[in-house]
């Protein structure tokens, strides 16, 4: 009697289909930013069976990302996340093509970050002129992209939604986001993971709104942006909105 070998991916072939984890295994996405949100997305992305992956961040593991970011250990501190992120997913997916990038994203490096084989662009980053940066790049570009909103000082995962820029609400961050975007000339078009409930105060008060806890990298210098009051956070909703990133990302190729 012959005994079928098991494939990693036997599970999401028995779900999705064999059409849908083949066309993933040629799809190119790149993930920009690898903290909270970003790690959980390339985590999913490189467990779907994602065969290029660009993972993007120029940052380390500090003490304070061990309470919601997948990377952060003890172990990892002082670490290059984007180099900790690559060994990761080739530990999981050794056939994935890896390719790190330890860059800043502003407007000077998209150039070399982004490009047209792209099937999707992740957004998980939390500098305002970076995202903003990145967000009119991709559409410039006609690349599908995905984009997360604020995830800090939120605790309740039932008020998560997905849906276009153009939809948001509640959300601090989205309505700067999508004020920037239109003096751009963007109005539609990036599919967002954002959440209905209003931030929570923090207990410190030298960080009390979201949008101040956004760096604003600057448009001349060589700087990584300024220092911004720290937003509190639990370790599940950053969590969910990177997987929701990546589901969102395995859909718009699989359909």
Known sequence: MKIKQTTQFDRTVRLMGKDAVEKLGQARIAVFGLGAVGSYAAEALARSGVGHLRLVDFDRVDVSNI???????HSTLGQKKAKIAGSRVLDINPACHVEICDAFVNADSLGGLLSPDLDVVVDAIDGLNSKVNLLVAARQMDLTVVSSMGAGGRTDVSLIRAGDIADTSICPLARVVRRRLHR???????????????????SDPGACQETAGL?????????????????????????????????????SITR
């Open 67 to 73: 309470n919601r970011q997948l990377f952060a250990l």
């Open 184 to 202: 751009r000339g963007v109005f539609t078009g990036i599919r967002c993971v954002y959440s209905l409930e209003k931030p929570l105060p923090s």
């Open 215 to 251: 760096s604003e990298d600057p448009e001349k210098g060589t700087g990584h942006g300024r220092k911004r009051p720290a937003i509190g956070t639990v370790p599940w909703i950053p969590g969910i909105f990177g997987l929701t990133l990546a589901a969102e990302a395995v859909h």
